[in-house]
């Protein structure tokens, strides 16, 4: 008679993320015992809503445009609050009383510093405003192609990555799949499509339009999180993953959830936690155990060990790897994969608590309840770029802003406004130090906005900037990079994180990964979670 | 009133070997040069009395060794010497030597860093392979991925085949591979600036790229691809400079029975009934072939030689947005006496090669970034050499040309024409870099030669200056270059092929898309090509 006792649990996350929850809600519904752990003290990592200043509230992540309808459906999202509803034409009432969460479809402008912005109405852009007739129509044929290239991609995201060593017949399928979508584009079509695949986005933009501030915008979206400017070659690939999103059925739409993204996080919750979950919060895994070659359990700092058959880690690949499991534990060749994966991030995050809401010149007021772009051109955005690849910060720095507390008054104190945004490029390994860099970076983003919208320097009651050191300390994200590791094209797919594992299973057995780190990349999608879990289903792990 | 059996419009390297193997398959062919001297931008011209320059290309290793053997180059007079070292000079006074000995390499690696010299194995194998896989397909027509035509289906297995005979973990490296930027590659292997400068160089050549944007790690590779008496990666000047290689091209040419007409500027190509039928010389001459082959660039061919109203719309798009936007500069310089670098040591084996004085990744990429604002690169990357330090045809004895090849140099200046003031201004940055180094270096010039993108294009007929006839990114590439649908050296006129750089595989002097466009007007043609040696392995 030994004195083993039988696991408590079947399986382990670490890292209660969205997608760590999502990871665990998909596990616990097929009957597992489902045990997550998060270090902080609550879940949802850069997906809360915070308080950045007293009755100030904000999402680091504040915006939703890519939440798999496959996640919706799966962890039944709707039945636990999540709704949806337009701001144009007809706005819907909210439903699921006290506790729906309202998304908000969200309009983008393209800010104009002497004249009138551009505005893309609908799953970006079905409309334009502030553009010319002629621009109007090339836009639509270049959105129009755009979106039917993304739509060949997109169904690539909510499958594993093609093994392709070894690919199982539903593997093949999805591909043959693929190759078929491509096929049934027609000659011209799919030679575009291979010829535009690994383009850059501002050679794209060239070739069909005329107005700097759309292919500014382009620009911009195209290169927003990763270390790319707009004429890199293969930025176009930021566009299409952009466009490869949905929110309510819609192409490209994106949107504000009333209650900030914690708000998302917090149906994501209630449906983990419906179907048995438990999470711990102020669990901080220090190491996972392996045994023979397999993973067989966590232990905790301070020593406590928690034994589980299946450990699935929602965090970046490189901590996952390196700090929990330990070099001793995998090989050399995985060992350099890893450490080569490049995750410095470029992004910062500016929140403002402001006395009233700006006026950005040129836009009226329903205008401000949208995404607001300041990238004046697509030379603009390439300028920006260029200090960051020498560890300098953009002396002129492009990003996008929203001011939620127009369409939630919940998040600010009456009459007061926040202001939400994301600046690049801020590089992560600043030359001289953020200690030394932060008040300039600040003062560089306050001049671009006092250009587009002037005086809101004065109503500014406090400032939060969160450079991607900040974004890493808080967070636990290294490099404050929100894709726990680049999203470009020489690290997707079968190379995401590595090869060896970029299929979720790892080279330790029991051991998977469900995190941003892992294909299709981050943002809040809740795709790596959700198939990381069918891995493990279908591995019988 | 005759009709040839084929005419090239344009005497480069390209036109030249197109030339040759039709004309060794029995076609009469007949080639058109507008300038009164061959060989386009592979010559050897006398600017000063006494000294020969390599005015535009300057060194000689991508040339396809099937292709001379083919045409047998050697038995009409080319030679090419190998060379041996080559120096990055660094601003502390002290340098990395380049050895073309593995060892002796590696050894001076080890100078500068262990684990950097630990590294160069392991450098060294993972990009031979990568050459290993993409060297045969510089010699296979680029397959038709849309096409369900037998033969482009049939090479798209045997693409496939080669690419799944990797193995999986090497097929996601060179997926990998493909989409790096040198700069990211490098990163994975070494640590000292100066021997990524070293290698990064390799990566941006010809481009309109810097060391840091994605796709240049395969740029490495159409550098590292070349053979000189079958050692991957050397390089070698032709004795007699560049125009030694289109001389025996044209020697060799006109032994088999070819014919030459030089000054001969060709103003359109005749198209009759959707059909091309010969050419309209400068001064209103017509001349009949039964098909046109171009050896121009893409831009000059379609927007200048032939009517609009013969190509479909789409076609002129995509030639309209076509890049070709020249990315490189050249000083010649002749030299009264040898300069001294005194950061080598005396009678180093580095004299005799490739120096460079941009020491690290980031200068590299810094130059890029002038060019994109329209701008020479003030602190430009420099790829010089002596060739007379091994060849003696070039210069009097005790005196030497020394070939500067610069980047970054944007098409126009700040969007407006290249002045004369430009040009000069744009050459003392070269040679107050070279001065940096060289005491006394002013003194010794005899005769400078400045070339802009300016001077390229006018004179050699590169469109905007642009070495390769056109970027070598991916949407410009393999079933995509010149255009998709017509990768395969067939234009949308009847009759009317293409055969220089602007086609698979691209630019450099190797030879390959004048020898791929033969064997598909000849395929064309129902002619044997057995004369034609089919891509040999490498290693």
Not at chain 2, 51 to 64: A, D, I
Not at chain 2, 303 to 317: G, I, M, S, T
Not at chain 2, 494 to 515: I, K, Q
Request: hydrophobic content about 40%; overall charge neutral; charged content about 25%.
């Amino acid at each position: 008679m030994t004195s083993f006792d039988a696991p408590k649990w079947d399986v382990l996350v670490i890292g209660g993320g969205h997608n760590g929850l999502v990871a665990a809600a998909t596990l616990a519904k097929s009957g597992r015992k489902v045990l997550v752990l998060e270090a902080a003290g609550e879940i949802g990592g850069a997906a809360r809503t915070e308080e950045f200043a007293p009755g100030f509230r904000v999402s680091t992540a504040h915006l939703l445009n890519r939440l798999h309808p496959e996640v919706v459906k799966t962890l039944e999202l709707e039945r636990h609050g999540l709704v949806f509803s337009g701001i144009t034409p007809t706005p819907a009432p909210l439903s699921g009383g006290a506790r729906g969460v309202g998304i908000r479809f969200a309009p983008s402008v393209a800010l104009s510093r002497d004249g009138e912005p551009l505005t893309l109405h609908g799953g970006y852009g079905e409309s334009l405003s502030g553009a010319s007739a002629s621009e109007q129509a090339a836009w639509q044929e270049l959105r129009a192609q755009l979106l039917r290239y993304a739509g060949i991609l997109k169904p690539l995201l909510a499958r594993r990555p093609p093994d392709l060593g070894n690919m199982s017949l539903m593997e093949s399928s999805a591909f043959a799949m693929t190759g078929l979508s491509l096929r049934r584009l027609g000659k011209e079509d799919m030679r575009d499509f291979l010829r535009m695949l690994l383009m850059n986005v501002s050679d794209v933009a060239d070739e069909h339009l005329e107005d700097d501030r759309l292919k500014g915008l382009l620009a911009f979206d195209a290169t927003l999180g990763s270390h790319l400017g707009p004429r890199s070659p293969t930025s176009l690939l930021g566009l299409y993953f952009r466009l490869a999103g949905e929110i309510g059925g819609q192409a490209g739409a994106q949107a504000l959830p009333v209650g900030g993204m914690g708000a998302v996080m917090a149906s994501v919750l209630r449906a983990a936690q419906a179907a048995g979950v438990t999470i711990r919060t102020d669990a901080s895994v220090a190491k996972i155990l392996v045994e023979k070659d397999r993973a067989t359990g966590v232990a905790l700092d301070g020593g406590e060990e928690i034994r589980a058959r299946t450990i699935v880690s929602a965090i970046n690949p490189r901590s996952t790897f390196l700090d929990l499991v330990g070099t001793r534990e995998i090989d050399t060749g995985f060992v350099r994969r890893i450490k080569n994966i490049r995750m410095k991030g470029d992004a910062a995050k500016l929140h403002l608590a402001l006395d009233r809401p700006p006026e950005f010149s040129g836009l009226e007021a329903a205008g401000h309840r949208g995404r607001l772009v300041i990238a004046p051109s697509s030379d603009h955005v390439e300028r920006a770029f260029n200090p960051a690849k020498y560890g300098e910060f953009s002396p002129e720095p492009v990003m996008e802003i929203t001011l939620p507390s127009l369409s939630d008054p919940t998040l600010a104190p009456d009459g007061a406004c926040v202001l939400s945004a994301v600046v690049q490029y801020a590089p992560y390994a600043l030359k001289e130090g953020w200690e030394a860099g932060r008040k300039r970076f600040l003062a560089a983003i306050m001049a671009q906005l006092e250009l587009y919208a002037p005086g809101v320097g004065r109503l500014v009651r406090h400032a939060e900037l969160l450079t991607p050191a900040d974004l890493e300390a808080r967070y636990r994200m290294p490099g404050g990079h929100w894709h726990h590791g680049e999203l470009q094209a020489d690290q997707m797919l079968m190379s995401r994180p590595a090869f060896g594992a970029a299929g979720y299973d790892t080279p330790v057995a029991g051991l998977f990964l469900c995190g941003a780190g892992s294909h299709p990349g981050g943002g809040v999608s809740g795709v790596p979670g959700l198939n990381a879990a069918r891995r493990i289903l279908e591995m019988r792990g | 009133m005759k009709t040839w059996d084929a005419i090239v419009i344009g005497a480069g390297h390209n036109g030249l070997v197109n030339a040759c193997y039709l004309q060794r398959a029995g076609l009469d062919v007949l080639v058109v040069e507008k300038n009164d001297w061959i060989g386009g931008a592979a010559t050897s011209r006398s600017l000063t009395p006494g000294f020969l320059y390599s005015n535009c290309s300057y060194v000689c290793s991508l040339f396809r060794p099937e292709i001379m053997r083919d045409l047998e180059l050697p038995r009409f007079g080319l030679q090419v010497i190998s060379y041996e070292g080559g120096a990055v000079f660094t601003r502390d006074g002290d340098y990395l030597a380049n050895y073309r000995d593995h060892h002796a390499h590696r050894r001076e690696f080890a100078r500068f860093s262990a684990r950097d010299a630990e590294a160069y194995d392991r450098y060294a194998r993972d990009v031979t392979r990568q050459c290993c896989f993409i060297q045969p397909l510089l010699m296979r027509t680029a397959p038709d991925p849309t096409s369900f035509r037998p033969r482009d289906i049939g090479e798209l297995i045997y693409l496939g085949k080669k690419f799944a005979g990797l193995g999986a973990a090497e097929m996601a490296d060179t997926l990998r591979f493909w989409t790096m930027s040198i700069s990211d590659f490098l990163d994975e292997y070494f640590e000292t600036d100066v021997i990524k400068a070293n290698f990064a160089l390799s990566g941006i050549i010809g481009t309109a790229l810097g060391p840091m944007s994605p796709g240049t790690a395969y740029v490495l590779l159409h550098h590292y691809m070349g053979e000189v008496d079958g050692s991957v990666g050397a390089w070698g000047y032709a004795r007699g400079g560049m125009g030694a290689v289109t001389k025996a091209l044209a020697d060799s040419f006109r032994a088999s029975g070819g014919t030459i007409r030089a000054s001969a500027e060709v103003e359109q190509v005749l198209v009759k009934n959707g059909k091309a039928r010969g050419l309209v010389l400068a001064g209103g001459e017509e001349i009949f072939g039964k098909l046109i082959v171009s050896n121009a660039d893409l831009k000059r061919t379609f927007l200048k030689l032939v009517e609009e109203k013969e190509l479909p719309d789409r076609f002129l798009r995509r030639v309209k947005n076509f890049k070709m936007r020249g990315s490189s500069g050249k000083v010649n310089i002749a030299l009264d006496s040898m300069p001294e670098f005194p950061a080598l040591p005396k009678d180093s084996p580095c004299y005799r090669g490739d120096m460079h004085f941009t020491d690290s990744v980031e200068r590299m990429e810094r130059g890029y970034d002038d060019w994109k604002a329209g701008r020479w690169s003030a602190d430009p990357f420099l790829d010089m050499m002596m060739p007379t330090m091994l060849d003696p045809t070039m210069a009097p004895p005790g005196k030497h040309f020394m070939s500067c090849f610069v980047q970054y140099c944007p098409p126009k200046v700040e969007g407006r024409d290249w002045t004369d003031a430009d040009r000069d201004a744009f050459a003392e940055t070269v040679v107050s870099q070279i001065a940096d180094y060289s005491p006394g270096f002013r003194d010794r010039i005899v005769h400078m030669e400045v070339r802009t993108p300016r001077e390229i294009e006018a004179e050699v007929g590169l469109t905007e200056g642009n070495i390769f006839q056109g970027e070598l990114t991916f949407d410009q590439l393999l079933f995509n270059r010149p255009a998709p649908g017509y990768a395969q050296y067939r234009s949308p006129v009847d009759g009317l092929y293409m055969c220089g750089s602007s086609t698979h595989p691209g630019g450099g002097v190797m030879g390959a898309p004048g020898r791929n466009a033969a064997n598909e007007i000849l395929r064309d043609l129902s002619r044997p090509t057995k004369h034609m040696s089919p891509a040999h392995d490498v290693i």
